[in-house]
């Protein structure tokens, strides 16, 4: 019927959007138009300045006014420029948390199904607290030319301890890439500080704009090899990508509507201040765990005292498997996300694999409408166990 659905499958696009994200999209759709870097027109060049506008204040959000802002499709695209990119220079060692997306793992397997890389999984203890003394045992025994983390996971939301894991990378002249697809625009991360090499961040997750415009945060100094070609809108008579960024990495037409609804989106989060988006998602996700563990047949995994979260949480019903338990919240109204979460090795880490877990994602904007769906949804589904 008309009733309401309560979301709660943030962690694979955040929704709603701030309002002033959809209004300037439509204002710009229908007032202006044009294609970035495509002509000297009016029209073009507005849109010139607005991707130029939201650089700077993506470069604000993250505290990285010397760093690089290189759009893209998606976070996937970016991983997969930086990754071949750095494995095109000859790297061999290349380090990834338990955590990593399947953006991050499938990529890497490819190269190492051609006896290219060699990957190695960081060690995590049980209690969910990433092990310094052990990791840097593992980087004496192979030396990371690469070490890839993901900033929060997006099975159970837990946050890693990035600044130690590449500041001890780096004593070993490791190149670094932080994955910030849940975490940019959210959990506020100094991305200015040397120890970052690369940071890539999804539009539409936690940066609370629209799907199709993502990308990456690079060292202008880092001389990265291109693994993707085509028209930059400049220097067209050179068959070679352009060497300056981010032209370099920017091919293809760019989804101007996209980045004018990251723009708004990204002002937002600035004037409202991201700590402050950050506590109102840590009390909803608190709220949630506590209305999850009211129920019996509901155990929470991954959830540990004493370790940082983002509003992600993963959970397994007793005898139901997590297929089902989707159809079961669906139906009853409820958006939650089933199965692996595109990140199998999570789930071998937690001990839910195959069968995976019932993914909640709250953020700033989960309601009290929300809870109270939810929790009328598990009262049923409790009664007709």
Known sequence: GGELMAYFDNAATTYPKPEIVYQSMDQFQRHTGGSFGRGN????????????????????????PAKQVIFEPSATISLNIIIQGIIEKGARNIYIS???????????????????????ELTVNKDLCYDIQRIRFQFENTKPDLVIVS?????????????EIFTLAKEFHSLT???????????????????????????????????????????????LEPVFFGGT??????????????????FGTMNTIGVVGLNASVKWILQQGINNLAAAELKNRARLIEILNEYDFISVVGNCDGRDYVGIVSCVLN???????????????????????????????????????VRFSV???????????????????NDNL
């Open 41 to 64: 027109y009016g029209f073009s060049s507005s849109a010139k300045s607005i991707v130029d506008d939201t650089r700077a204040a993506l470069q604000q959000l993250l505290h990285c």
């Open 319 to 357: 005898d139901i498997s997590s297929d089902t338990a989707g159809q079961l919240f669906s139906e009853r109204n409820i958006s939650v996300r089933t199965g692996l979460q595109c990140a199998p090795a999570a789930h071998r880490f937690l001990n839910t694999f195959p069968a995976g877990t």
């Open 98 to 120: 338990p955590f990593e997306h399947n953006a991050v793992t499938r990529t890497l397997h490819h190269y190492e199904t051609m006896g290219l890389v060699k990957v190695v």
């Open 233 to 250: 809108g400049f220097d067209s008579a050179n068959q070679d990508m352009p060497g300056s960024l981010p032209e370099r990495f920017e």
């Open 177 to 223: 890439l932080l994955d910030m697809a849940q975490t940019a625009g959210l959990v506020d991360c100094d991305i200015g500080k040397d120890i970052f090499d690369f940071a890539v961040f999804a539009g539409h997750k936690t940066l609370l704009g629209p799907t199709g415009i993502s990308g990456f945060v690079m060292k202008p100094t880092i001389d």
């Open 363 to 381: 953020n700033c904007f989960t309601t009290d409408e929300d809870f109270d769906v939810l929790r009328e949804a598990l009262d049923d589904i």
């Open 151 to 163: 900033h929060a996971s997006n099975v159970i939301g837990l946050v890693a301890p990035v600044e």
